[in-house]
């Protein structure tokens, strides 16, 4: 036997969801009903054990024998239950381990669990959920929920079932038979789980990462159950008097009900949408007296953080251990760690000046005296969580953390050579960046030392020199736009405080803009600016500015202005030709345009002029010859015919039809048609080509557009439909916009300051936010600069201080956007900054430098919301629903930083896995260890770099303590 496949089905009077399985498996009524199991592949056997049925030796034996593979289904569960089990039988699990408590659970090293397997290639965690996502042709049973809480759950006593609280085998026989078929088919489906995910086994260092994580949970950490019990008591006596004096206040039957107190608020003159903390907090600062006092008890009442004491009661095991708190690769996305029951991942902070005391009083359950020192009770005990985790009798906790792990990844990742001097010379990298933003010194806990976690990421946003502004004068380059010009904003003409020059930044150039990557544009579809860059990837068309901000197009064939491009040389036609035209290409003759109201009038020019081209000042000026070839007059018969067909600037001569390639898509009806009846064609009859099977779309060049007499409305018109905007050909132009999207290039760049009450401006054709509003300035708002008393003038500064210094982690966001999109679209390996990006079997892989790989199920580049480009994959969304999500290069970019952040943490965790781990939270590991040990040992060894991180700075902070606190 070399592996063993099994699935259980149990009953425990213990809530397995809010206790978890160790408690579960505790209780007096614990019992194991079925045993499905399968031998190596073999035919499913279910062992009726609620009917007296023994599992065979041999299998009992495998249990216990580390040289025998066990798989299940979420092996965690089966491992624990068939532990207790195999106590209860007098078996001897561990006989290796010195502590009593570590000995009680099978060795996890011998066990694989499918669930685990299915979560690092991105699928989902449930039994149901991956046979649905893989159409396996046996799906566990729909039935089974029914008889699950049939058979495996207490019922109500009542006076049909006789007044018992647990239903048996023999209460309804029908059912026990369908619950049997049920315990099969869910072994049956984790073994064609297996078969189908054969092809991509689990690395074995991925297996012992598990291992680990199953012996810290087994291991669980202490808590002090009389300091819980007396936080729980605390807290309800405080609930109730809180209670009692909102009541007397509002005169509410229920004051902790929301839209209850809305309408009671609202009735005393305060409109509030939400009560959530931060709108409380605001409107403290402004409300009377008796609508504050009502607002703090309200506040107060509604703290949730403090039913974590409740949470630990439930799920502390007979020795006070809390276990089972860590699911592995719960987010398998990255492959993080989840968190479970108490949730140690999002713990409230704690602020006390003295932990010790407050919690003392809390144990000694001392209202009066919390009341007089700390005054909001419910805030205290919020803060004092952590202090319920306690080490052993005799031992200590050391706890230890990488400083700023994820902003090392970033910046080893990106190369961003400034941060990793910061980090080599031992400074704090969020006060450096906080320093640089907010132009303080930023000391961690010294002198501003709050501003630490604003230390964040700010973004630059402004036009490059030589871009025209729409003025009330004309279009002007931008940096020549004065005060006295007004500029238009979408809808009307504004005044402004002027241009401010920005320095020499990095650009890109999109349908006719340049400006940096994050300078806010407005969108077809959207009714919010996003950023340039996002424009660009998404291949979205910007907004061309008219009457309220609509997009203006000339004529029928709906071709955008903007293509009246006036810097390039003009073409008659840029991709295929469809026929020749009656009137010959040197009769052309200028289209009259109407007018728009508020906007420049467009330009008029002299006639047999290829194009119109646009110009600084409002006023004629002679237009520039094209010196290409144009279609000749046809003089005489036999006369040769050159046409300009314009396709890479060929020339179809119709001597050398027959060189015509296929793939131009010139067929029967294009060159094949007479000039005139009964007169020389353009092809022989040796040289004609055969129908052409393939039709690719005739497409208009993305920069220039001849206007011609015929084929276009005299008459400029609004296009007010909701047709989308037609794509052009991939074949013929998806190297033109990916040059034009990824253009890169310094330039001199300038913004206009408070352009109008909308903050918006027209440059180029298209409108654009001004600087000092949204964006990176509107982040800083956010993140409560103003609040800090900085001035809004000053946040635009801070923001591009940031941004100049930071450019390699702008590009390592858009290289991994390319890099992904290629190798979906060519399913194509493309490396990148040391990350490879695969495509096998309808799987996205993102190898990191760790060996490990991120998996992305049916990845496709395809057409998103705003008429552009997205990669999108399946998978788990924030419904918890198996739906197609959508992502692009910084979310990557973000999966991959915590995902390197995290695999780090794992070697960390490995080479301290001798010091007894208890817990774990995201970069910090806590340690319950013998006082003798030093917390400089246990840094040293949680900073060294993994073999393969070379160049990758690390460093570990830590702290001892007798309970545990956040330094």
Not at 13 to 27: F, I, P, R, T
Not at 402 to 429: H, N, P, Q, T, Y
Not at 723 to 744: D, E, G
Not at 873 to 884: L, Q
């Amino acid at each position: 036997m070399e592996n063993l496949s099994v699935d259980l089905e149990t009953f425990s009077s213990v809530n397995l969801g809010k206790c978890g399985v160790y408690k579960y498996a505790e209780s007096d009524d614990f019992e194991i009903l079925l045993f499905g199991y399968s031998v190596d592949g073999s035919e499913v056997k279910v062992v009726d054990l609620a009917q007296g049925e023994t599992i065979p030796d041999t299998v009992l034996s495998a249990l216990t024998d580390e040289t025998v593979t066990k798989w299940a289904f979420n092996a965690q569960f089966e491992r624990v239950c068939l532990s207790r089990y195999l106590r209860d039988k007098g078996i001897n699990l561990n006989p290796g381990q010195t502590v009593k408590s570590e000995g009680l659970f099978l060795n996890p090293s011998s066990w694989h669990c499918t669930m685990i397997w299915s979560a690092t290639l991105g699928l989902p965690m449930s039994l149901e959920s991956v046979g649905a996502v893989l159409g396996l042709d046996k799906q566990k049973l729909t039935e089974g929920k029914n008889l699950i809480k049939y058979f495996c759950l207490p019922c109500n006593p009542t006076k049909v079932n006789g007044g018992r609280t647990r239903n048996k085998y023999f209460h309804d026989k029908e059912k026990w038979k369908q619950f049997k078929s049920y315990n099969k088919r869910d072994v049956e489906v984790e073994l064609s789980i297996q078969e189908k995910l054969s092809r991509f086994p689990v690395p074995n260092f991925l297996w012992q990462e598990f291992y680990l994580d199953q012996t810290i949970n087994d291991r669980g950490i202490g808590i002090d159950p009389l300091f819980v019990e007396s936080a729980i008591k605390l807290d309800q006596e405080v609930k109730t008097h809180l209670m009692s004096e909102l009541k007397h206040i509002t005169g509410l039957e229920n004051p902790n009900s929301v839209l209850q107190m809305r309408s009671w608020l609202k009735k005393h003159g305060l409109e509030m949408e939400s009560l959530g903390k931060k709108e409380v907090a605001k409107e403290l600062k402004t409300v009377g007296k008796e609508l504050a006092e009502v607002l703090r008890l309200r506040q107060q009442l509604a703290k949730s953080s403090v039913k974590k004491y409740t949470a630990m009661k439930n799920a502390a095991c007979m020795d006070y251990r809390e276990r089972g708190m860590f699911r592995f690769y719960g987010a398998n996305r990255t492959g993080r760690f989840a968190g479970r029951l108490v949730q140690l991942q999002n713990l409230p902070q704690n602020h006390l000046p003295d932990l010790a005391e407050a919690r003392s009083l809390v144990k000694q359950g001392n209202v009066e005296a919390l009341e007089m020192l700390y005054e909001d009770i419910p805030d205290t005990l919020s803060q004092l969580i952590r202090t319920a985790f306690i080490p052993r009798t005799g031992l200590k906790f050391i706890v230890a953390d990488f400083s700023a792990i994820e902003a090392r990844v970033l910046a080893w990742l990106a190369g961003e050579k400034w941060r990793m001097r910061v980090f080599e010379e031992g400074k704090d990298i969020y006060c450096s960046s906080a320093s640089q933003m907010f132009s303080v010194p930023v000391e961690k806990h010294g002198v501003n030392g709050h501003l630490r976690q604003k230390g964040k990421i700010a973004e630059l946003a402004c036009i490059a020199e030589g871009e025209l502004v729409l003025t009330d004068e004309g279009l002007v380059p931008i940096e020549e736009v004065t005060t006295k010009q007004k500029v238009w904003d979408g809808e009307n003409w504004v005044n402004h405080n002027g241009v401010v020059f920005k320095g020499v930044k990095e650009v890109i150039e999109y349908e006719g803009l340049r400006a940096t990557p994050d300078h806010l544009v407005w969108v077809k579809g959207k009714p919010k600016p996003i950023r340039f860059i996002e424009s660009a990837i998404c291949k979205t068309h910007l907004i061309q500015t008219g009457d309220g901000r609509r997009t203006i197009r000339l004529g029928e064939n709906h071709k955008c202005r903007e293509t009246l491009e006036s810097k390039a040389k003009p073409l008659l036609c840029t991709d295929t030709m469809r026929r020749v035209r009656k009137c010959p290409m040197a009769g052309l003759k200028q289209s009259k345009v109407g007018q728009i109201k508020r906007v420049s009038s467009l330009l008029t020019a002299e006639t047999n002029t290829n194009m119109v081209r646009k110009a600084a000042k409002c006023c004629k000026t002679a237009m520039h010859q094209s010196k290409r070839s144009k279609l000749q007059k046809l003089w005489c018969k036999r006369d040769k015919v050159v046409l300009p067909f314009c396709f890479r600037s060929r020339l179809v001569d119709f001597t050398r039809g027959r060189q015509c390639a296929k793939r131009l898509g010139i067929r029967s009806d294009k060159y094949k048609r007479q000039l005139r009846k009964r007169k020389y064609p353009l092809c022989s009859k040796n040289s004609q080509s055969k129908q052409q099977a393939e039709r690719y779309p005739n497409t208009v060049g993305a920069t220039i557009l001849a206007i011609r007499k015929i084929g276009s409305y005299k008459n400029a018109i609004e296009r007010n439909g909701q047709r989308r905007n037609h794509i052009k050909s991939k074949y013929s132009c998806s190297a033109t916009q990916k040059k034009l999207a990824f253009n890169r290039s310094k330039a001199r760049v300038y913004d206009i300051r408070n352009a109008g009450p909308n903050h918006r401006f027209t440059v180029s054709g298209k409108l654009v936010h001004n600087c000092g509003y949204g964006g990176a300035v509107g982040a800083l708002k956010a993140m409560g600069a103003l609040d800090m008393g900085l001035h809004e003038d000053d946040l635009q500064q801070l923001v591009n201080d940031w941004r100049s210094a930071n450019p390699h982690i702008v590009s390592l966001w858009w290289d991994v956007d390319r890099a992904v999109k290629q190798c979906v679209h060519e399913r194509i390996s493309v490396r990148t900054h040391n990350i490879v990006f695969t495509y096998k079997s309808g799987f996205l892989i993102i190898k990191l430098p760790s060996k490990r790989c991120l998996y992305y199920v049916k990845p496709r580049v395809e057409e998103n919301k705003y008429g552009g480009e997205s990669v999108t994959y399946e998978g788990v969304g924030s419904t918890k629903k198996w739906e197609r999500l959508e992502s692009y290069g910084p979310k990557f970019v973000e999966n991959i930083t915590q995902a390197i952040a995290r695999d780090i943490l794992l070697y960390a965790m490995q080479t301290l896995k001798e010091y007894r781990i208890v817990a774990h939270v995201h970069d910090e590991a806590i340690i319950e260890t013998d006082k003798s040990v030093s917390v400089q040992s246990v840094c040293e060894l949680m900073g060294r770099t993994p073999p393969w991180a070379e160049g990758l700075l690390l460093r570990a902070d830590g702290y001892e303590c007798e309970f545990y606190k956040k330094d």
